[in-house]
């Protein structure tokens, strides 16, 4: 047990001398995060009111294990029965440390995505910016985690010799670790092909598995797929590799509609076309950009009618749709109602030179 008298002796004991590093290194860091917030209160940056926001206690540690690590340094060179001290603190430190990037990571992150407009009907480049992040954030991240606990392993002698006997088994380990890790390591990759060739964004309107849905998830191994009735398609991101799928906003976000229409032959076409107009004159939902109305097929008791129509979204798109063949509907329904699909049936008319009447005039 440690007395009083041997505590304060710096010879036989580093304890006050580390409870001073860390008095000082707490202070250092409630100044600078005081700093910080002032600044960022102040200042229009961004950065520094993002670090403000999500730094989080992380300096409360960081700085204070800073100093004890420099003391337990010193410490340990003119006692070296107490080497162990300067031991722990170093890997508290880097635990410090490694957390501390994470933050600036995340950090970093936020400020890339405050810049991003998400408002514009076409965020189509907004979006793809969004997903690189995203996943760039997600592989540094453990890049940054793994890099840590192998400077750790590294720092005692002890774990460097496993780490050296594990290093000579590596052939034998990574055939083993690459049949059972197969289907990860492929969906890994799929992951970072999918993050810079980008098939895929988030928020992109898709069709897979007969499905109609939004990417609401970019995974390093899967995809989660937001479907309109409000479900949840979770997919491996190999999917998007390996099969076809639609993407209704690849490359931009407008669409182009249609509502189908039989009609029959009485069907007015020009008037059709006038109220068209009229409908996508009178709503938001069109974009102004192009409209048709055709006829493109024909069947035996009815015509095929095609109304197409631009909107700015994918969504929009679906309710300019419905809004073209409610309001169509009741315009023919009220105008033209012979207009609606009808089947004819016409009685077969008695041939005068049928066999019957043939017989009876050869009989005359």
Same mark, same amino acid.
């Given at each position: 047990?440690?007395?009083?008298?041997?505590?304060? &002796?710096?010879?036989?004991? #580093?304890?006050?001398?580390? $409870?001073?590093?860390?008095?000082?290194?707490?202070?250092?860091?409630?100044?600078?995060?005081?700093?910080?917030?002032?600044? @960022?209160?102040?200042?229009?940056?961004?950065?520094? !009111?993002?670090?403000?926001?999500?730094?989080?206690?992380?300096?409360?540690?960081?700085?204070?294990?800073?100093?004890?690590?420099?003391?337990?340094?010193?410490?340990?060179?003119?006692?070296?029965?107490?080497?162990?001290?300067?031991?722990?603190?170093?890997?508290? +430190?880097?635990?410090?440390?490694?957390? $501390?990037?994470?933050?600036?990571?995340?950090?970093?992150?936020?400020?890339?995505?405050?810049?991003?407009?998400?408002?514009? #009907?076409?965020?189509?480049?907004?979006?793809? $910016?969004?997903?690189?992040?995203? =996943?760039? !954030?997600?592989?540094?991240?453990?890049?940054?985690?793994?890099? /840590?606990?192998?400077? $750790?392993?590294?720092?005692? &002698?002890?774990?460097?010799?496993?780490?050296?006997?594990?290093?000579?088994?590596? /052939?034998?380990?990574?055939?083993?670790?690459?049949?059972?890790?197969?289907?990860?390591?492929?969906?890994?990759?799929?992951?970072?092909?999918?993050?810079?060739?980008?098939?895929?964004?988030?928020?992109?309107?898709?069709?897979?598995?007969?499905?109609?849905?939004?990417?609401?998830?970019?995974?390093?191994?899967?995809?989660?797929?937001?479907?309109?009735?409000?479900?949840?398609?979770? +997919?491996?991101?190999?999917?998007?590799?390996? !099969?076809?799928?639609?993407?209704?906003?690849?490359?931009?976000?407008? +669409?182009?509609?249609?509502?189908?229409?039989?009609?029959?032959?009485?069907?007015?076409?020009?008037?059709?076309?006038? !109220?068209?107009?009229?409908?996508?004159?009178?709503?938001?939902?069109?974009?102004?950009?192009?409209?048709?109305?055709?006829?493109?097929?024909?069947? @035996?008791? =009815?015509?095929?009618?095609?109304?197409?129509?631009?909107?700015?979204?994918?969504?929009? @798109?679906?309710?300019?749709?419905?809004?073209?063949?409610?309001?169509?509907?009741? =315009?023919?329904?009220?105008?033209?109602?012979?207009?609606?699909?009808?089947?004819?049936?016409?009685?077969?008319?008695?041939? #005068?030179?049928?066999?019957?009447?043939?017989?009876?005039?050869?009989?005359?």
């Amino acid at each position: 047990m440690i007395t009083f008298p041997e505590f304060l &002796d710096l010879k036989n004991s #580093p304890w006050l001398i580390i $409870l001073l590093a860390a008095m000082l290194g707490l202070a250092m860091s409630i100044f600078l995060k005081r700093v910080i917030r002032l600044t @960022a209160r102040k200042g229009k940056w961004k950065i520094l !009111k993002s670090i403000s926001q999500n730094l989080t206690n992380v300096l409360h540690y960081f700085v204070p294990l800073v100093f004890i690590t420099l003391v337990t340094r010193a410490y340990s060179y003119a006692n070296p029965q107490y080497s162990w001290t300067h031991g722990i603190s170093k890997t508290l +430190l880097i635990a410090a440390s490694t957390w $501390l990037l994470v933050r600036i990571v995340i950090i970093i992150e936020k400020v890339l995505i405050e810049d991003l407009d998400f408002q514009n #009907p076409d965020n189509s480049h907004a979006r793809r $910016l969004f997903t690189k992040i995203k =996943f760039i !954030k997600r592989i540094i991240i453990i890049l940054i985690i793994l890099i /840590g606990v192998s400077i $750790l392993l590294l720092s005692f &002698d002890s774990v460097r010799q496993y780490g050296v006997g594990i290093l000579t088994s590596a /052939g034998i380990a990574s055939v083993i670790v690459g049949f059972a890790a197969q289907k990860s390591l492929a969906n890994l990759l799929a992951g970072v092909q999918i993050a810079f060739t980008q098939p895929i964004k988030i928020d992109d309107v898709v069709i897979v598995e007969g499905e109609w849905g939004r990417i609401e998830e970019i995974n390093l191994t899967y995809v989660v797929v937001n479907i309109w009735d409000l479900r949840r398609l979770v +997919l491996p991101i190999t999917y998007f590799v390996e !099969k076809p799928f639609q993407n209704w906003t690849r490359n931009e976000s407008n +669409l182009i509609g249609s509502a189908i229409f039989h009609l029959n032959y009485f069907a007015p076409l020009p008037q059709l076309r006038e !109220k068209l107009e009229e409908i996508l004159n009178n709503t938001p939902l069109w974009d102004g950009n192009s409209w048709a109305l055709q006829v493109t097929d024909t069947q @035996a008791q =009815f015509m095929v009618v095609r109304a197409i129509m631009s909107a700015r979204s994918s969504s929009q @798109a679906f309710d300019l749709r419905c809004l073209v063949r409610e309001e169509m509907i009741t =315009f023919i329904r009220e105008k033209y109602p012979e207009s609606l699909p009808s089947f004819r049936i016409e009685t077969e008319k008695r041939n #005068p030179y049928a066999e019957g009447e043939g017989g009876n005039s050869q009989q005359s």
